[in-house]
């Protein structure tokens, strides 16, 4: 069973045009990451450790959001995706 990663993909082009609460937040850390994360989701694997793989993107996100700008770290939370 493959992950859908159309609901990250849409996150990650909002993430890129999203004016965030604090602007200071918008330094050039900004852009690129939301560049990075959109071309690591074109390149994304198939296979058996595809959750695997997703839910350590997803907790990279919340990672630098940690740093940066907390407020979305539930909703990105959400976006884990039960293994077995």
């Known amino acids: ?5 159309s ?33 690591q989701l074109d390149e994304f694997p198939e296979g058996e450790n595809q959750k695997m793989l997703f839910n350590g993107f997803v907790n990279a996100c919340v990672t630098c959001h940690k740093n940066t700008c907390p407020g979305p770290i539930d909703k990105i939370n959400a976006l884990l995706v039960v293994t077995n």
């Open 7 to 39: 609901v990250l993909r849409g996150l990650a082009v909002q993430l890129s045009t999203a004016a965030p609460t604090d602007s200071s937040v918008l330094d050039s850390n900004y852009y690129m990451l939301s560049e990075l994360l959109l071309k």
């Open 1 to 5: 069973e493959s992950v859908d990663l």
